[in-house]
């Protein structure tokens, strides 16, 4: 087959880096009871962060988030009362909680002492202020009262995708193929936004199953961006920045260096696309060895086509396509490329699962149980236009290319008696978030 598809050279692209700590760190200093963030600073933010994207999925200016009282958010969640919890992490704790104007919401409540702090905070205020997008989560607002920091999200009833991949009860019937190509496909749409339409490209930093929430109808949106940075921009190709992130995800250029690039969000998306297929966490101490990274135990089967099946999630039940298997280890191998620059964008792979994430004729889906009440339905994101023939033949040509690239330049390395190690983590005890 002749490869058709020929990835983007690497872009010269330059240092903007965004340093939190001066001014708009200091705006925190300086909030009242439910007071807004500093004009000055939103203005300031806004004309560097514009995002560029297609009309109908994003705005050229910032959207303004409602600056909340600690009192109205309390009264939303009845006091943060337990029955209210939803989820709970390093960052602190999420309560579902409703407005006065009937409105169902998420509030996340920031742990002052946990992994995200003021400044973390105040990069996500901006960041989802500025940037909108179907498949990113929509900031409804934020409280600054006195030591408070909460913030206010729209509600996804499904919550998110490791409820539904990993640690299944007896109760929940595991994601089909086809929704794990569709959460899949929609995360690399909110990548290919940040990396490619907005101006200049926002690195997302911590992709991770967690932080992908799910819509009444299994559209997927990225949360949690307190760890974005702003991507280089004009002569400059990295930024040079301390190493965070979550471990397991990592890209093995960026433990080693600290220089930053989209190209590490496209390595942590493929390790995202290996937790889907095979149903394994990226990290698990009861594996043994080094096994317990998902990359280690995965690498023998990406690198064997005949092991292929060896990968998927037992869950399944064989209910999936080989063909479809093998297309999208293909994308995940290209992702997951030791060298950056071999690595495809968002866009290709964004393309290249289009095909996949679309329903067999005549699939009828069955939802999956999660211990959630529903309270709100938003059909308004849901993606009802289908491809024509010849987008959809595009997609698959796209798969294929990418897989024949990964499998090319898999005999090139074997040839020059390369040894690509795809991580370079090996001590599974470390705190979880670097």
């Known amino acids: 087959m002749n490869c058709f598809l020929c990835f983007k050279p690497e872009k010269k692209m330059a240092l903007r880096r965004m340093e939190w700590a001066g001014p708009v760190a200091n705006t925190a200093t300086s909030m009242g009871s439910g007071a807004p963030l500093q004009e000055s600073e939103s203005k300031e933010q806004s004309s560097e962060l514009r995002a560029n994207g297609e009309p109908a999925e994003s705005s050229s200016t910032a959207k303004a988030a409602k600056a909340f009282t600690f009192r109205e958010l309390a009264t939303a969640t009845k006091n943060f009362r337990f029955d209210c919890l939803i989820g709970e992490g390093g960052f602190g704790k999420v309560y579902k909680g409703q407005l006065e104007n009937g409105q169902v919401v998420a509030v996340k409540q920031l742990d002052l002492n946990g992994f995200q702090g003021n400044r973390e905070f105040l990069v996500e205020v901006l960041m989802l202020s500025l940037l909108h997008h179907p498949n990113l989560v929509s900031l409804v607002g934020y409280c600054a009262d006195g030591e408070q920091r909460l913030l206010v999200y729209e509600y996804m009833p499904l919550g998110s995708l490791a409820d539904h991949l990993l640690d299944l009860t007896s109760d929940q019937i595991p994601l089909s193929w086809h929704k794990r190509m569709k959460i899949a496909h929609g995360t690399a749409k909110g990548l290919e936004y940040l990396h490619e339409k907005a101006n200049p490209p926002v690195i997302y930093r911590d992709l991770k199953s967690p932080n992908i929430l799910l819509d009444e109808e299994y559209n997927p949106k990225l949360s949690d961006f307190g760890l974005a940075k702003l991507g280089p921009v004009g002569e400059k190709t990295h930024i040079s920045t301390r190493v965070m992130g979550t471990y397991g995800y990592c890209a093995p250029e960026y433990i080693k260096t600290g220089q930053l690039t989209i190209k590490t969000d496209v390595y942590s998306f493929g390790v995202f696309l290996l937790e889907l297929i095979t149903g394994k966490r990226a990290v698990d101490s009861a594996r043994p060895g080094r096994d317990q990274i998902l990359i280690n135990w995965a690498k023998p089967m990406i690198r064997d086509r005949r092991r292929y099946h060896e990968l998927v999630d037992p869950l399944l039940r064989g209910e999936y396509a080989e063909r479809d298997l093998s297309q999208a280890v293909g994308v995940a191998a290209m992702c997951l490329e030791e060298e950056d620059s071999v690595r495809p964008y968002m866009s290709d792979a964004v393309v290249a699962l ?72 090996t001590d599974p005890t470390e705190p979880e978030r670097m």
């Open 354 to 425: 289009g095909f996949l994430a679309e329903a067999p004729s005549g699939c009828e889906e069955t939802t999956s149980t999660v211990p959630q009440n529903k309270l709100v339905e938003d059909h308004s994101l849901t993606d009802s236009i289908k491809p024509d023939e010849s987008t959809f033949d595009r997609q698959r040509a796209v798969a294929e290319a990418i897989e024949w690239g990964a499998m090319r330049h898999k005999q090139k390395a074997q040839i020059q008696g390369k040894t690509t190690q795809s991580q370079c983590i």
